[in-house]
């Protein structure tokens, strides 16, 4: 039989932020499948009078054939991911799963507000100009990769988004990493680490790479290490990081221009 799965992101996990064609579909749903932590970032009327399948961390092949099969029955079926689900999320896997099984089956992916995009808001403007987003997680790819992508982001000079930058089982990864990009940076390279971005709990810090603590990473995490451009300007609200993209250089710009809006 053939059916509609739909792949959603949820965004970083505050309602606020739910995009409406996520919402919409979740709305539509008969069935919701996602990973438990990320079943709780929707709201419980949502879930209400709906068939909720969740599983643990490292259950996403189990949970995506669930999905498919229920999919494939004509239930309309939703796979949730936080953030964005095209970015290190179900997405992928979907699809994958739905080539290898030789499915006829229609797949939407609806975007949401992706956890790098949520943490950059919170710093400022960090990314305003080229950058890569590298994870730290080996598990599907080798370390050996990770630190060749790290190496040579760090020296084209990109702004550089760690995801997925520190767990329990994997705390020697992220000095790994900070090393792989100071061979490239100074000491002073301006960093900023977000926890649970519009979550409960939020913390905010901007600081160096010299002084980032590595001990306050975890896995709801995002880290922005900045580039050679990138400098910290004082807000009310507190430092914030700015990668300019070039328009004082090209404008002549200061501050009594950027004062009077030029």
Known sequence: ??????????????????????RAAL???????GYKGYIE????????????LSTGMTGEVERCNAALDLAR??????????????????????????????????????PGIPALCAAAALLGAPLMHDFAVISL???????????????????ADFVIVLYNPRSVRR??????????????????????????????????????????????????????VGNSATRLVVAKTGPRMLTPRGYAGKYGLTGEDAQAGL
Not at 142 to 149: A, Y
Not at 212 to 218: I, N, Q, S, T
């Open 1 to 22: 039989m053939s059916g509609r799965i739909t792949v959603v992101g949820l965004g970083p996990g505050d309602a606020a932020l739910l995009p409406p064609l996520a």
């Open 27 to 33: 709305l539509r749903a008969q069935a919701i499948v």
């Open 41 to 52: 970032l929707v709201e419980p009327a949502v879930l209400a009078g709906r068939q909720v």
């Open 73 to 110: 029955t004509g239930v309309e079926t939703v796979v949730v991911s936080s953030g964005d689900a095209g970015v290190y999320a179900m997405a992928g896997l979907v699809l994958e799963l739905v080539e290898a099984r030789g499915l006829d089956l229609e797949v939407e992916v609806v």
């Open 137 to 155: 997680s080996d598990l599907l790819t080798p370390w050996e990769l990770i630190e060749r992508r790290l190496g040579a982001a760090a020296g």
């Open 171 to 224: 705390k020697e990864h992220l000095p790994l990493a900070l090393a792989a990009i100071a061979a490239h940076r100074p000491g002073t390279t301006p960093v900023g680490l977000v926890k649970r971005a519009y979550r409960p709990g939020q913390e905010v810090v901007v600081t160096s790479l010299d002084g980032l603590d590595v001990e306050a990473v975890d896995m709801q995490s995002i880290l922005v």
